[in-house]
Structures are given as C-alpha cells and as structure tokens.
C-alpha cells in the first residue's frame, strides 16, 4: 500500500504543474500496481485514443485564440509582387565556364567508362574464344582421335592375352611340342 500511495502523491504533484494544451511526457494518471499490461494492439489502441483526446483539447484550445488568416487574390498579388521586388538582383558570373568544364569532365568521365566497357567486352571474347578452342579440343578427342586409340589398345590387349594364354597352356602341357591357340 505504502508504494502505491507514494505514486498516487507523485500523480498529484505532477497533474497541479501541469500546463494545459502541451503534451510533456508528464505521468499524470495513476497506475495500479500489480497490474501487469504486456502491451500489444489493446494498449497501442488505447494510447491512439489517449493522444487523441489530447491532441483535441490542445487544438480547441488553439484555433479560438488566433484565427486563420485569408487574403483576398488581390492582396495577395501585392504581397507576392511586393516580396519578389525585396529580392536582389543576381551579380556577378552566371557560371558558364563552371559548366563548361563539368561537361567536359562529364565528357570525359563517359569516355573513359566507355574504353573500360571495350576492355571487359575484348577480355570477355577472348576467354570465351579459349574455352571454345578447349571444348572443340575435347570433342575432336572424343569422336575422332578416342575411337582409333582404343581400338589400337584392344589389339594390343588381345595380343598379350593370346600370348599370355599359350603360355599357361604350355606349362600345363608339357609333353606335347606346341599347342596352337585360335582367335
């Protein structure tokens, strides 16, 4: 109870300094303690709705004190003519060597950017030109020199295997002269 009441003091003091119509992040309602709020779309909606009330008050308040000031067109053309007429007249350079040199620099800036384009464009060429040279390399191993290779391999395979096989059989067959091996 003690904590709670010190609060409810702290409310009071705050809500008798109070200034009427401006919003100073005072706390000048008194909170329940123990209540816990977790926030969410409840309380924004809450708070929407507190601000609002407030914002209300401070501009009834507002628009009976000073009202909205309307000038004829008329009077407002003398004012604007009036206005314009206290502006001084521009002096000196109008700039025009300033803009010379940025579009020349612009010029140049476009050039250079545009050299640089040719140079990734010719490196990319001349690597796509490489990996097409390997990628052909490729293929012609593949269907043209491969097949004669591996043929070439089979024969000698077949060879060593003739010759391999007479001589197991050879061995095994001792006492005849030679044993022919067919194809």
């Not at 040279?133 to 293929?139: G, S």
Request: aromatic content about 6%; overall charge positive; hydrophobic content about 35%.
């Amino acid at each position: 109870e003690q904590p709670f009441l010190q609060h409810q003091q702290w409310v009071k003091f705050q809500q008798s300094i109070s200034v009427e119509g401006f919003q100073t992040g005072q706390i000048t309602t008194a909170k329940v303690v123990g209540a816990k709020k977790r926030g969410g779309k409840q309380s924004r909606k809450r708070l929407l709705k507190e601000q609002a009330a407030t914002k209300m008050a401070s501009a009834d308040v507002g628009t009976t004190k000073f009202p909205a000031i309307r000038f004829s067109e008329e009077e407002t053309e003398r004012l604007l003519a009036e206005a314009f007429a206290t502006l001084p007249e521009r002096a000196g350079k109008r700039g025009t060597r300033n803009l010379k040199r940025q579009g020349r620099r612009w010029f140049l800036v476009r050039k250079i950017h545009a050299r640089q384009k040719r140079f990734l464009v010719a490196a990319h060429h001349r690597k796509m030109a490489k990996r097409h040279t390997k990628r052909q390399a490729v293929i012609e191993m593949k269907h043209v020199i491969s097949p004669k290779q591996r043929l070439a391999d089979a024969e000698y395979q077949r060879s060593i295997l003739h010759h391999w096989a007479a001589n197991v059989i050879q061995s095994e067959a001792p006492d005849e002269e030679t044993v022919e091996v067919s194809n």
